[in-house]
């Protein structure tokens, strides 16, 4: 068999020509991932409420989006806050982790990470509120 002759089926990252070392580091970090996304949402309230708000975001949003690329921002915008979160939840176990004392330079930095989840809560807001001023004529 030559070099040239292609070997079927063909996987989706011979199709895009991903080397197989990306594609395997892929598929063995997804689990990871997945166990990562069960947990947050089991145990961390805020990233439930996130959860619930992107499953109650997907259908209203087909609804309320104008065109097919407001959809696209309007959900992206709350995968970014769900991003946000998670770091954020991150931030503060490891914190919490480390000690458990009162420190000064510990509690700014969870109030750092709290202020990017409020940025990307605005965010959030303000796409959908701009979506909405679309589809009833304001904008």
């Known amino acids: 068999m030559s070099e040239a002759t292609v070997k079927w089926p063909l996987s989706?990252?011979?199709i895009l020509d991903i080397p197989d070392s990306t594609s395997k580091r892929?598929?063995?970090?997804?689990?990871?991932?997945?166990r990562g996304l069960l947990d947050g949402v089991k145990t961390e309230p805020a990233l439930r409420e996130e959860a619930v708000?992107?499953?109650?975001?997907?259908?209203?949003?087909?609804?309320?989006?104008?065109?097919?690329?407001w959809y696209a921002a309007m959900i992206a915008a709350i995968l970014i806050l769900l991003t946000v979160e998670f770091r954020n939840t991150a931030?503060?176990?490891l914190a919490d982790h480390v000690t458990r004392e009162q420190h000064v330079d510990i509690?700014?930095?969870?109030?750092?990470?709290?202020?990017?989840?409020?940025?990307?809560?605005?965010?959030?807001g303000l796409v959908w509120l701009a979506a909405i001023a679309v589809r009833v004529g304001l904008l």
């Not at 892929?26 to 997945?34: E, F, K």
């Not at 708000?53 to 690329?69: E, H, K, T």
């Open 107 to 124: 509690r700014r930095i969870k109030d750092f990470g709290s202020a990017a989840v409020f940025c990307a809560l605005c965010l959030v």
């Open 91 to 93: 931030i503060e176990k």
């Open 53 to 69: 708000l992107l499953a109650n975001a997907l259908p209203l949003g087909a609804v309320i989006a104008p065109s097919a690329a």
């Open 26 to 34: 892929l598929y063995s970090a997804t689990p990871n991932s997945l």
């Open 12 to 14: 989706l990252a011979a």
